[in-house]
Nanobody, 119 residues
């Protein structure tokens, strides 16, 4: 069993930055593909960014390309989401998720951390 715990959310003004962290328990973190999602009330959950086990493969939603950067530290069993140039539309609950490969279903989800961007 793997537990995912997000942190780093908060309130920031438009144009500001935040760095989210997702810490994983267990010794198999390095083998997982890790993704970040976000959700606002009344809307479907939206994919934000993903990173492969080797860190060489990353993907981003068009809405965050050039502003967000996903990275991971397998020694710390943690994945990060650096968010720059934040916009009010980025306001959401951000969650991380783990799966065994890019074609597998998600096995584990975190509880989420709130990000609020004010104009």
């Amino acid at each position: 069993q793997v537990q995912l715990v997000e942190s780093g959310g908060g309130s920031v003004q438009a144009g500001g930055s935040l760095r989210l962290s997702c810490a994983a328990s267990g010794r198999t973190f390095s083998s997982f593909v890790m993704d970040w999602f976000r959700q606002t009330p009344g809307k479907e959950r939206e994919f934000v960014a993903g990173i492969g086990s080797s860190e060489s493969s990353t993907r981003y939603a068009d809405s965050v390309k050039g502003r967000f950067t996903i990275s991971r530290d397998n020694a710390k069993s943690t994945v990060y989401l650096q968010m720059n140039s934040l916009k009010p539309d980025d306001t959401a609950v951000y969650s991380c998720a783990a799966r065994r490969n890019f074609f597998a279903q998600y096995l584990y989800w975190g509880q989420g951390t709130q990000v609020t961007v004010s104009s």
